[in-house]
């Protein structure tokens, strides 16, 4: 198998070694120089010309890419929920039993990404929320980085004049002069191991969007900051404190470079199994692999489901103390670099999986198979949700499983009859 010559982008010297180190196991690398790749591994930029209507690119059925053209109606953070949104009102329409609310007008199953407004565009929102609780914190981030650059935390309106009404004219300020920013009301009660807060970084690969078939990956990790955690006022510029992001914690004082502040999602498990029971520690995986799935039905009708593209996603997720999963981002480009032994030793896994269920047995490439690989190229992959599955199936389950007692990932137990039911994860 060959890959197009100038058209791939390596981020790191060790992501092309594992990607190089993948291609020759699979005897896909012919070491002539002139010879053209048909596997793409495109960077988030170059994806986009692949499927420019001005290029006049046109793939072939032997080559894929390992991302959608339009990746970012997920991983850009005001598209993300923007799309969440409109997903929850057209359940709401539908009188979908999924869009049900509290007494406080609260989602009872779709509450898993914090109150967040686009600036500069719901400014006045945002002021009218802001003002029902004055003493919050807020964290702004702008839409279109990554890696912590550009985020800082608020608790006062005159932090952020910059994205308000032009004191001078009383009018907007032109929006094309400033850069489009979220703002999130920050989840000040994280829970804590060790006084410090950490968040999940998982990985969700998705081979089709219609019907939608996601994988999860087994060994995602946390990622710790390096201070202990203070909700205190005096401490909201200290990054080290509150951004758990690799790229900034590297540089505190006290960062290790042997661990990297890095626990697997296994070493989180038994943790939570020891000190809050097993039950509620399956309940809290169920839930995040609940949000997984719904995150990806909300993006699923606007997605160009190319039948040329798979990608992986790198989830971020934050569990409150009362063990409630917050959806953070979603990024189309995890990092592959490794800081660890153990961290290389993951993302070549990663990447070798990956390629198992996207080009199975190492065979040139199809676009027109059904994407339904064997069980046993999975790796460290599982089946996460299979739409024609569960329509297969018959009925919907979501609701019953979201209201039912969880057993996990693996199945749902029905909370009258007692039995496992399957999860339309599966």
């Known amino acids: ?12 010297d060790i992501e092309k070694s594992v990607l190089i180190n993948n291609f020759e196991k699979r005897g896909w690398i012919q070491v002539a120089e002139n010879e053209d790749w048909n596997f793409y591994w495109m960077s988030v930029q170059t994806i986009r010309n692949v499927f420019s209507v001005e290029t006049g690119y046109r793939l072939s059925d032997d080559q894929i890419v390992n991302h959608f053209p339009n990746h970012y109606e997920l991983t850009r953070k005001d598209l993300m929920v923007k799309n969440i949104k409109r997903y929850r009102k057209e359940l709401e329409k539908e009188g979908s039993p999924l869009a049900e609310k509290d007494e406080n007008g609260k989602y009872i199953y779709l509450d898993f990404v914090p109150v967040t407004f686009m600036l500069p565009a719901d400014y006045n929102l945002f002021v009218e929320e802001f003002r029902k609780n004055p003493s919050s914190t807020w964290i702004m981030k702008p839409c279109g980085k990554a890696q912590g650059k550009g985020i800082f935390l608020i608790n006062k309106l005159s932090q952020i004049k910059k994205w308000s009404r032009d004191s001078k004219t009383s009018s907007f300020v032109s929006q094309s002069s400033k850069e489009a920013y979220v703002i999130s009301l920050y989840i000040n009660n994280p829970l804590l191991i060790g006084g410090k807060k950490f968040d999940l970084r998982l990985y969700v690969l998705v081979s089709t969007y219609r019907p939608l078939r996601c994988y999860m990956y087994k060994l995602g990790f946390c990622r710790f900051c390096t201070v202990k955690y203070t909700p205190s006022t005096s401490e909201l510029d200290n990054m080290f404190v509150h951004l758990t992001n ?41 839930e995040i692999h609940w949000i997984i799935v719904q995150s990806l039905k909300a993006v699923a009708p606007v997605m160009n489901n190319d039948k040329h593209c798979f990608e992986c996603y790198g989830y971020d997720i934050i569990i409150d103390d009362k063990l409630k999963p917050w959806l953070i981002e979603v990024n189309a480009s995890p990092s592959l670099t490794s800081s660890t032994a153990n961290d290389r030793i993951l993302k070549y896994n990663l990447i070798n999986d990956t390629l198992n269920i996207a080009v199975p047995n190492g065979e040139i490439p199809d676009c027109k198979w059904n994407k339904s690989p064997p069980k046993e190229v999975l790796g460290n992959y599982e089946v996460l949700y299979d739409e024609e599955m569960a329509q297969n199936d018959g009925s919907d389950r979501d609701l019953r499983n979201r209201s039912g007692q969880s057993t996990g990932v693996k199945g749902i137990r029905a909370r009258d009859s007692g039995k496992p039911a399957l999860t339309t994860w599966k």
Request: a positive charge.
């Open 246 to 286: 690799v790229a900034i914690q590297k540089h505190g004082d006290d960062y290790n470079h042997i661990h990297g502040g890095k626990w697997t999602v296994s070493n989180l498990r038994l943790y939570l199994e020891s000190t809050r029971g097993k039950e509620v520690t399956n309940k809290l995986f169920d």
């Open 1 to 12: 198998l060959r890959i197009m010559a100038g058209k791939v982008k390596w981020v790191t």
